[in-house]
């Protein structure tokens, strides 16, 4: 079962359409506006709640709650996640992956890349998972 709830959510301009990228995370480009993570160390600003289709529209990122997440790969309750080369989530092993910033917990397990989990995330306050 997917649920969500908003802890805190945030509008922020969009760099481009981003009307593929829901339930992806996001960070902020060099004019402040959102964009998909494109780096597996990449600093995530939250999760694309809505699906912007052009440079400016409004793209609402929840950066404290509980949100649907696109899965990198099949995604375990209790795994540890933070973004993939490409945006959606991936898991990370606590002490391996020191140079990633881990960004939350799934709630709500996908069975495979593509899938939507479910995953209390934090973006406010990241971590390298050391």
């Known amino acids: 079962m997917a649920y969500e709830k908003a802890l805190f959510d ?3 301009q969009a760099a481009g359409d981003l009307s593929t990228k829901q339930f992806y995370a996001m960070k902020l480009d060099s004019a402040g506006k959102v964009t998909t993570c494109t780096g597996t ?3 995530v600003i939250g999760i694309l709640q809505n699906k912007p289709d052009a440079d400016g ?4 990122i929840r950066m404290a709650g509980i949100s649907k997440v ?19 989530l991936a898991t990370y092993a606590q002490g391996t992956d020191t140079t990633k910033y881990n960004v ?7 069975a495979a890349a593509g899938g939507l989990a ?9 971590l ?3």
């Not at 899965?71 to 945006?87: E, P, Q």
């Not at 479910?118 to 990241?126: D, T």
């Open 57 to 60: 529209k409004e793209a609402v």
């Open 128 to 130: 390298r998972l050391s």
């Open 104 to 110: 939350g917990v799934v709630l709500v397990a996908s």
């Open 70 to 88: 696109n899965s990198d790969a099949a995604l375990a309750i209790a795994d540890a996640i933070g973004t993939s080369a490409d945006g959606q």
């Open 10 to 12: 945030h509008t922020f």
């Open 118 to 126: 479910v995953a209390a995330i934090n973006c406010l306050s990241q």
């Open 41 to 43: 160390t990449d600093k």
